[in-house]
């Protein structure tokens, strides 16, 4: 698939990743956070295998693939969503959003040394612009910047474990379709939150009852389209163009968050906010690589007239 259909895809998955964060916000304030997250995740595995099925797509993994799917599944699923869950209890959301925006810059450090991808100054200037975008559009909240906390080190370490699979799963796509890959990873990820969820909410599940059709509609949008189709989207992208190209996309799903939460939360979007999301774009544009992968056509198509 072309590079620049994929960046269109990406696009698209951050626009729907950024609605969704409204409604799990929605979701976690009715139900235990622990218990209904490892649900909804491990339904979405459930729809990936179907999907999957449909594809023809389904195999048994190698003995040297279950290495990916064991530490892809833990640093993806089990270990960013539990730390997450976990600093936002502590912290200011302010404080999150600045770190999460350093998802793309940490993916793009890790991978230079493992997986040989090299930084040049175009995509260098991506990234830059990214982190002032995303500075931008977290400050525009108007609550201004905490004191650091456990809270922050939490937040860190969730996006660092996230960063982390990224790596894994750019290196396990040489073998593995990272789509069938994604299943494996969503359930087991979410089976090892289920028992961390028996022990933190040992009443998670007895509460699940009470829930109005609205939110069970909400949790079957998000599993289905955000969380399965989402997912295996990502992690598509992961292995056909690297896992620094792909990350710098996610500045563009806080942009998207904003939007779906005044839309539907109504929350109010600033200046500073649309003046974030010019710097993401151009971020995006750059980081990505997009605009030398123009420039390089650019040229062939002069060279051969």
């Known amino acids: 698939m072309n590079n620049l259909k994929i960046y269109v895809i990406l696009t698209v998955v951050m626009m729907i990743w950024g609605m969704n964060v409204s409604a799990v916000k929605m979701i976690v304030e009715h139900f235990p956070p622990m218990t209904i997250n490892s649900l909804r995740v491990f339904t979405a595995g459930i729809v990936v295998f179907i999907l999957l099925g449909m594809m023809k797509k389904i195999r048994k993994p190698a003995k040297e693939e279950y290495v990916f799917i064991f530490f892809g599944g833990l640093l993806n699923v089990t270990c960013h969503h539990l730390f997450l869950s976990i600093g936002l209890a502590r912290t200011s959301a302010v404080n999150s959003g600045l770190i999460l925006g350093m998802g793309p810059l940490l993916t793009a450090l890790l991978a230079i040394p493992f997986v040989g991808k090299r930084m040049t100054i175009v995509k260098g200037m991506g990234f830059i612009l990214g982190g002032i975008g995303i ?88 599993a289905v389209i955000a969380t399965a189709a989402g997912h295996m989207l990502y992690n598509y992208a992961v292995g056909m163009v690297g896992p620094a190209e792909t990350s710098i996309f996610l500045n563009l799903s806080t942009f998207f968050s904003l939007i779906g939460a005044a839309l539907f939360l109504g929350e109010t979007i600033t200046f500073a906010h649309l003046s974030g999301m010019v710097f993401i774009i151009g971020g995006v544009i750059l980081g990505s690589g997009a605009l030398e992968e123009l420039m390089l056509k650019r040229r062939i198509r002069k060279q051969a007239a």
């Open 135 to 222: 500075t931008l559009t977290v400050l525009g909240g108007g609550k201004g910047l905490s004191g650091m906390n456990l809270g922050d080190f939490y937040i860190f370490i969730s996006i660092l474990a996230q960063a982390g699979s990224f790596i894994i799963i750019s290196k396990a796509a040489k073998s593995m379709d990272p789509r069938l890959l994604t299943g494996y990873m969503l359930i087991f990820g979410s089976a090892v939150s289920m028992l961390i969820g028996f022990w933190q909410e040992p009443e998670g599940l007895s509460t699940l009852g009470g829930g109005s059709t609205l939110l069970w509609l909400l949790f079957a949008g998000s």
